[in-house]
């Protein structure tokens, strides 16, 4: 089965750029999106079809998606953007979520 | 607006089918392209997709659950239905639905209903 890799954690600090990694074989010939988890709400979409951000998600939300990693990017990391991230991409009709990224700033 | 809302019991005996409600309002699963999908998350730990419904009828399953899973929907009530037989305590989790909306070449969950918490203990 398929299978997406993240680290499980990334610190940055305030107003730096967080980058969050997503790892699966061929990744970048699949489409990926984000979401954003923070604690005891569900998750909310950030990115999708790899860079693309749903309306309301601010700019400094970012995706890219190349080769077998897909990233996404947090320019000017803010206090309130602390949260669990996973990826997602479809295995033919099958969705499949990475293990989540907490995002520490501090 | 687009809401999606999770009901079922909260607590159920290991060995006990557990049967989920997702109820939704602001789009019809009768439009071309559209589906929903049951998500479950175990306290601390990550998302997990269970099962997918399209507006044409056609299922699936997650490799790992599918001898113990069941989506079906009622497109009059706005309603899908997810069963999950069999039930342990490791099933113990936060269950979500989600509508998934089409794009070129894929589709992402872009509303989640808040989630139903399920509890399997005796």
């Known amino acids: 089965s398929y299978e997406l890799t993240q680290p499980p954690s990334v610190s940055v600090s305030p107003g730096q750029t967080a980058s969050i990694t997503c790892s699966g074989d061929?990744?970048?010939?699949?489409?990926a999106c984000w979401y954003q988890q923070k604690p005891g709400q569900s998750p909310v979409l950030v990115i999708y079809?790899?860079?693309t951000r749903p309306s309301g998600i601010p700019e400094r939300f970012s995706g890219s998606n190349s080769g077998n990693t897909a990233t996404l990017t947090i320019s000017g990391t803010q206090a309130v953007d602390e949260a669990d991230y996973y990826c997602q991409a479809w295995d033919s009709s099958i969705v499949v979520f990475g293990g989540g990224t907490k995002l520490t700033v501090l | 607006q687009v809401t999606l809302r999770e009901s079922g019991p909260a607590l159920v005996k290991p060995t006990q089918t557990l049967t989920l409600t997702c109820t939704f309002s602001g789009f019809s699963l009768s439009t071309s392209g559209m589906c929903v999908s049951w998500i479950r998350q175990p306290p601390g730990k990550a998302l997990e997709w269970l099962a997918r419904?399209?507006?044409?009828?056609?299922?699936y399953y997650s490799t790992s659950l599918k001898t113990r899973l069941t989506i079906s929907k009622d497109t009059s009530k706005n309603q899908v239905v997810l069963t999950m037989t069999n039930m342990d305590p490791v099933d113990t989790a936060t269950y979500y639905c989600a509508r998934l909306s089409p794009v070129a070449g894929t589709a992402y969950m872009d509303v989640w209903g808040k989630g139903t918490t399920v509890t399997v203990s005796s």
């Open positions: 079809q790899d860079s």
């Open positions: 419904i399209d507006w044409d009828d056609d299922k």
């Open positions: 061929k990744l970048g010939d699949k489409y």
